[in-house]
């Protein structure tokens, strides 16, 4: 148990070195990056896992940065509205967004028309976790 801890505590470490590196890069062909707070929209309800490695993450990134992140919690529909908000948002790299299968595998599945394109509308930037995922039936 203690060695399942240590193992997604260095993947979290490692996964904000990762997202800092890709945006910082990005961003040194320009201005200082960030020179302001930057939001990061979770499309699910606060005290979840999403919205816990977040806030995990925005906190280490906070104290390299020196500049605030913001997380928004934006839950409800299946992510969708927390996720479309993220795909109308500037793209000045200034508003970032967890996603997940739902929102950008499962929902296209599920729903008719869906307000973004999860093919061409989002971008990702780095894996943040893996998990098992099972199908069971009784």
Known sequence: MKTMFMIRTL????SALALVSLLLHSALHAQAYPSRPVRWIVPYATGGLADTRARQIA???????????????????????GT???????????TIGMGN????????SLYGTLPYDPIKDVAPIVL???????????
Do not use: C, S
């Not at 993947?11 to 490692?14: D, G, S, T, Y």
């Not at 479309?84 to 200034?94: H, L, Q, S």
């Open 11 to 14: 993947m979290m470490h490692a």
């Open 59 to 81: 906190q280490e990134l906070t104290k390299l940065w020196g500049k605030p992140i913001i997380i928004e919690n934006k839950p409800g529909a299946g992510a969708v509205p």
């Open 84 to 94: 479309d908000f993220v795909t109308k948002a500037a793209p000045d790299g200034y």
């Open 101 to 108: 299968l739902a929102p950008l595998a499962v929902n296209p």
């Open 128 to 138: 943040l976790e893996r998990g098992p995922l099972v199908l069971m039936a009784t």
